[in-house]
């Protein structure tokens, strides 16, 4: 069940082991020029997330609320510690895949909607990521900003085999196209993968609204010089916005360090407006 709903923004602290804790902020936008939010975001004591859903008919509203709601169950779930934390993540995407699959039975006017997912499930100094679709996750670590996902994209893969350069993807006219979502088929494939935190890292996870628009020089320096994580995440946003702000926009900041503890969780963006169980 989903705790606390704020369309726009908040900020929260959660405890992890030997004093460390994450410090974390999100934001969802609309942008400029959207009617509708199609991104979900959610944010707790253990689990981040952001979904970014596409679909004609509401689907990317509701694929993404989906998303959310299956991610709050696993949170629900989860005991103190000791959790096999990919495992875990990945039976999140199988419940994601059942959920779009009834939902689209029941409603033939979704059928074939989507959504992406990148996801962080935290213990103590160790946290799983998973991954699928355009949205990314990023690890600023002693003063450089890395990129820990890989686009699920035509223009990712054609960067892989040599054939464009990442100058040419940014510019490439279909380079919104996705090749791998989850959309109810299968149990969900996923990127999976188990990493070890060190205190004074700071972390993004967004949707491609933020970005198609902010480079990665702007990224890093917005990362840098903001100490605050929500008005870091509020800056991120402002920069999409102002760069044209074609598509939603939802990005999740949090630094792992000494930092007080808290136990709230909230939801961000289209799953705020749906109660929507998996």
């Known amino acids: 069940m989903l705790v606390k709903c704020f369309n726009q923004c908040f900020t929260a602290f959660m405890a992890q082991n030997e004093g460390l804790a994450l410090r974390y902020a999100a934001r969802s936008d609309v942008g400029v020029r959207r009617e509708a939010n199609e991104d979900s975001g959610y944010a707790s004591a253990r689990l981040l997330a952001v979904a970014d859903g596409m679909g004609g008919h509401a689907g990317g509203e509701i694929a993404s609320s989906l998303a959310v709601a299956a991610v709050a169950a696993l949170d629900a779930s989860l005991p103190g510690s000791g959790v096999d934390l990919k495992a875990a993540l990945k039976g999140v995407a199988r419940d994601i895949n059942q959920a779009l699959r009834d939902t689209a039975e029941r409603e033939p006017a979704l059928r074939g ?110 990362l840098t010089e903001i100490d ?37 969780r909230f939801v961000v963006g289209a799953a705020t407006e749906r109660k929507l169980t998996p």
Do not use: K
């Not at 994209?153 to 993807?169: F, H, K, M, N, Y």
């Open 113 to 222: 909607m989507g959504t992406t997912l990148t996801a962080m499930l935290w213990d103590g100094e160790m946290f799983a990521l998973a991954h699928v679709g355009d949205s990314r996750a990023y690890m600023l670590r002693d003063g450089a900003l890395y990129q820990i996902t890989h686009d699920h994209t035509l223009v990712q893969s054609l960067v892989d085999d040599g054939r464009i350069t990442p100058e040419q993807a940014a510019e490439h006219p279909r380079r919104s196209m996705v090749l791998r979502v989850l959309e109810g088929t299968g149990d969900g494939e996923l990127d999976l993968t188990l990493r070890e935190a060190q205190p004074g890292d700071r972390y993004l996870i967004c949707s491609d609204g933020l970005t198609a628009v902010v480079g990665p020089e702007t990224l890093f320096n917005t």
């Open 228 to 264: 605050d994580p929500d008005e870091a995440a509020r800056r991120l946003i402002d920069l999409a916005n102002r760069g044209g702000g074609p598509d939603n926009i939802t990005c999740i900041v949090a630094d792992f360090g000494a930092h007080p503890s808290g136990a709230e």
